[in-house]
């Protein structure tokens, strides 16, 4: 592996220098050379702290840190070939964008035709050609992110930092701007290492995400196996929205797993756990693998509350004293079903999740 973060912790000391404070216990990580992983998660759970210590900018209580097979823990940031994006872009507002760009490679002392190819070449490949006399205050939020982002490439590290760039950026800037940063990641294959506490950043971003909580990783994975198979209660509602309907095992015979839940039996199947008879289970069932229709289905409803939201329409159904929270996405679709409507619903049983019962919950 390219970059092993090997049973890291942190301790700090607690306010008043009274106890102490654990805030990143025994994580393991191994990032692949080209790599984007994200951490992810709340804020206090752990992530910005780890990125620090990638960087430097902390030093483990106990660990390693091995960048391409050398162990790091003691070296000091500029030594570490890494280079870092932070939230707020911390541009010199008296340099014009050139300068700002290569201020690192000046005080490598390289020469000014260096500095100029490589300044240029980075710019092109942030889109800010013909802007390099220009000043920071002259650039909108998002080209000033574009000036911080070739400032840390043009050092041409082994490693890329960002923490939580695009957190002073509105909407529809942090959306072109999550775009340009993995075209740009893609482009130079350059392992990255990015935090966000946005499971959209992480979903469109990542090669894999960390999705951590409370000093400790509780999943890793790929966008699709994070969404679709949650290891725990916390992950499936940190990433995207989640209903956690009860449940008992009357059976299982191999990957198929049958349970009752809401009244009725449903069988599972590629389910990987094992689990024994008359254990309490917990399903985890996403809002658009519910289907909602007049008739037919496995579950007798009465909808609660609908709401039409233009690309979908939400449903809370009430099924058998649980609420049900259900969306229907299909554009044919334009008749809502009324508050106190009968309804029948269907999970989409192949994309039903089980865990045993109170397995890290939240």
């Known amino acids: 592996m390219y970059l092993t973060l090997e049973n890291i912790t942190k301790v700090f000391p607690s306010r008043g220098n009274v106890g102490e404070v654990t805030a990143v216990h025994d994580v393991n990580l191994e990032i692949q050379k080209g790599e984007l992983v994200t ?12 990125l620090r210590m990638i960087a430097g900018f902390e030093f483990p209580t106990a660990g390693r840190i091995v960048l391409d097979g050398e162990e790091i ?13 932070f939230q707020s872009y911390a541009l010199f507002p008296h340099l014009t964008v050139f300068e700002n760009v290569a201020y690192g490679l000046n005080v490598q002392r390289l020469s000014k035709k260096t500095i100029a190819e490589r300044v240029g070449r980075v710019l092109d490949l942030v ?18 992110q574009r000036v911080a982002l070739a400032r840390a490439l043009v050092m041409e590290p082994k490693v890329l930092l960002m923490d939580e760039p695009l957190s002073n950026l509105d909407a529809k800037l942090r959306e072109e701007m999550r775009t340009e940063i993995r075209r740009i990641q893609k482009t130079l294959n350059i392992t990255s290492v990015y935090v966000t506490h946005d499971q959209i950043e992480a979903m469109t971003l990542s090669d894999r995400i960390v999705v951590m909580n409370e000093g400790v990783i509780e999943q890793i994975g790929s966008p699709v196996e994070i969404y679709r198979f949650p290891n725990s209660r916390f992950v499936a509602n940190f990433i995207g929205r989640a209903n956690f309907i009860d449940g008992v095992v009357l059976n299982q015979k191999n990957s198929r797993l049958t349970v009752r839940s809401l009244g009725e039996s449903i069988t599972l199947s590629n389910i990987k756990r094992e689990f024994r008879e008359g254990e309490p ?7 658009e693998m519910i289907q909602i229709k007049k008739k037919g289905g496995l579950y007798q409803g009465t ?4 709401v039409y939201l233009g690309d ?3 449903y809370a159904v009430d099924v058998d004293g649980v609420s049900i929270l259900g969306t229907e996405t299909d554009p044919h679709v334009i008749e809502l079903f009324p508050e106190g409507e009968n309804v029948t619903v269907d999970f989409a049983q192949d994309t039903i999740q089980v865990l045993p019962a109170g397995k890290k919950v939240d």
């Open 39 to 50: 951490l992810l998660g709340p804020s206090g759970c752990g992530k910005t702290t780890t």
């Open 73 to 85: 823990n003691s070296l000091p940031p500029h030594k570490r070939e890494m280079s870092m994006v």
């Open 127 to 144: 889109h800010l050609q013909g802007y390099g006399d220009r000043a920071p205050g002259q650039l909108s939020g998002g080209q000033q």
């Open 281 to 287: 289970v917990t399903l985890i069932v996403r809002p």
């Open 303 to 306: 909808v609660r509350q609908s």
């Open 312 to 314: 979908m329409i939400e």
